[in-house]
């Protein structure tokens, strides 16, 4: 029901922007998340944002490079990844949680995509 696409390879200092579009169901109501898991670490948080947009959530690692918006209207959640770096690389997956929080604890989503591969080269 949820699918993450636009990762790929990319150099240090570029960009991507993913997107994580909901089916089968409507996912205004829910808060979506951003979260990424590296080759033996465990799956960590990125960024959430509200259903209703207003609360956002980010990792500090990632502040004032990446942002996170979303159009109920197509039912898609979008994560812009600007000045990526090597560290970045990762799987990284969408996830939706019944709540009005921006939520940063994966045992608090409810449905997740399958992911997408980022790959920043130095």
């Known amino acids: 029901q949820l699918q993450a696409f636009g990762g790929g390879l990319v150099q240090a200092g570029g960009s991507l922007r993913l997107s994580c579009a909901a089916s089968?169901?409507?996912?205004?109501?829910?808060?979506m998340g951003w979260f990424r898991q590296a080759p033996g670490k465990e799956r960590e948080f990125v960024f959430a944002?509200?259903?209703?947009?207003?609360?956002?959530n980010s990792a500090d690692a990632v502040k004032g490079r990446f942002t996170i918006s979303r159009d109920n209207a197509k039912n898609t959640v979008y994560l812009q990844m600007n000045n990526l770096k090597p560290e970045d690389t990762a799987v990284y997956y969408c996830?939706?949680?019944?709540?009005?929080?921006?939520?940063?604890?994966?045992?608090?989503?409810?449905?997740w995509g399958q992911g997408t591969q980022v790959t920043v080269s130095s």
């Open positions: 996830a939706a949680g019944y709540t009005a929080v921006a939520i940063t604890t994966t045992d608090s989503y409810d449905y």
């Open positions: 089968g169901r409507t996912f205004s109501g829910y808060t």
């Open positions: 944002i509200s259903s209703s947009g207003g609360g956002i």
